[in-house]
Structures are given as C-alpha cells and as structure tokens.
C-alpha cells in the first residue's frame, strides 16, 4: 500500500450541495429548538397563557349568613408579644395571627426602627464632621 492510498477515505466526501443541505437542515432544526424551548419557558412564566381554575361565586345567601355569623361571635383577644428589649413595650397583633407571624412582623418593625435610628445618627455624624473641619 502506498502512502498516497492511505490517506484516501474509505467513504467518499460530501459534495458542496450534500454539505450545504446538511447544514441548512441542521440550522432549521436548532432553530426550531430554540423556538420551542423559548414557547415553554414563556408557557411557564405568564400564569395568564394556562387555564384558570374554575372559580365558583358563592350564593348571597351564603355571604350574609357568613356575615352575620362574623358579627355574632364575639372577638377574640389580640396577640401580644413585649418588645425582648424594652418589656415595658409590648406589640398588638389581629386576632388570629400566629405566635411566629407575629414574632417575626416584631422583628421587622424593630429592624426598621433600628435602620432609621442609624440613618439619623450617620447623618448627625457627617454634619458634625462636616462643621468642625
């Protein structure tokens, strides 16, 4: 075997128009793809393009005597949490709220607090670097 003969292929090549078939149709289909992987995660994403569960309206008997129950029963008492760092303030919560969700609207409204006050003091602190220089 020569070494001119090693190196033919066994298979033949493409031809230019096999190839630019070949690649047409390879560029259609990942498109295509594409396109379809774009639809589902829009499909996905926009709760309107799905179908909405049925909903029901309720008769209006059914609201008034929910009403009227609502306004007969007597209310409950409110959910108190002391302020863990002052006792002598203490949080009112709706009743009905959980001893966590009450806990950790608390927190929140401790934790804004705290931001304003350090906010305040910055601010008082740049003036005062301010003036003396």
Do not use: K
């Given at each position: 075997m020569t070494k001119a003969a090693s190196l033919t292929p066994t298979q033949p090549m493409l031809t230019a128009d096999a190839y630019a078939l070949a690649a047409r149709i390879a560029l259609w289909l990942s498109?295509?793809?594409?396109?379809?992987?774009?639809?589902?995660?829009?499909?996905?994403?926009?709760?309107?393009?799905?179908?909405?569960?049925?909903?029901?309206?309720?008769?209006?008997?059914?609201?008034?005597?929910?009403?009227s129950k609502a306004i007969d029963?007597?209310?409950?008492?409110?959910v108190r949490i002391a302020n863990p760092f002052d006792k002598s303030e203490v949080f009112e919560f709706p009743e009905g709220t959980s001893e966590a969700e009450a806990r950790a609207a608390m927190t929140e409204m401790l934790m804004e607090r705290a931001r304003e006050r350090y906010a305040q003091l910055d601010s008082q602190l740049h003036k005062r670097r301010g003036a003396g220089s």
């Open positions: 498109g295509l793809v594409a396109a379809a992987t774009m639809a589902a995660a829009l499909y996905i994403q926009i709760p309107s393009l799905r179908s909405a569960p049925a909903t029901t309206i309720p008769a209006p008997h059914d609201t008034a005597q929910r009403w029963e007597p209310e409950g008492e409110p």
